[in-house]
């Protein structure tokens, strides 16, 4: 499986990547209801009357990616295109204007790496006007976004730590 995401920021996740994109992404109509209510309902009509549980939500979600990597049998690519980032996911009908620009593209086979090293390259960004990572940042601290990383190492799905290889140089 090739799992080619947008990063960007999300209103529930606060960031999507490839966590969200094998788990939200991959997920039938049933699926993605019991990921948001984290496992209440698989009715998508009810869904929405019960998102109170923010950590399982994020919870439900890296079970989820978890299920795609083992059917897969480990046999996964996870690549972050990071360009054009809002603090709104490309599911939005109307997402906020792209605030921070260009900072490559991340790949491993390891979904939880990859996605760290994201969101360490985001918090680590020096903004600039028109280059300005605050408000995704203000994003993803809003809605507990990093704890996903943290349960889904926890959950032996990867690892945070990680080394990057520049390919440019």
């Known amino acids: 499986m090739i799992n080619l995401a947008h990063f960007k920021g999300h209103a529930m996740g606060g960031f999507g990547g490839v966590l969200k994109n094998a788990s939200i992404g991959v997920a039938s109509t049933a699926g993605k209801a019991n990921i948001h209510s984290a496992g209440i309902t698989e009715d998508a009509t009810e869904m929405w009357n019960h998102i109170d549980d923010q950590d399982g ?14 059917y897969f049998r480990g046999h996964v690519i996870y690549i972050n295109v990071m360009n054009n980032m809002s603090v709104d996911c490309d599911c939005d009908g109307h997402p906020a204007k792209p605030e921070l620009l260009d900072m490559g593209i991340m790949a491993s086979f390891d979904p ?25 940042i203000e994003r993803i601290n809003r809605q507990h976004g990093t704890y996903i990383t943290d349960y889904a190492e926890q959950i032996g799905l990867g690892s945070k730590t990680y080394t990057l290889v520049n390919l440019d140089k």
């Open 57 to 70: 939500f994020l919870e439900s979600m890296a079970a989820a990616a978890q299920a795609v990597h083992n």
């Open 112 to 136: 939880v790496a990859v996605d760290q090293a994201c969101l360490d390259m985001v918090f680590s960004h020096q903004g600039k006007p028109g280059d300005d990572n605050n408000p995704l």
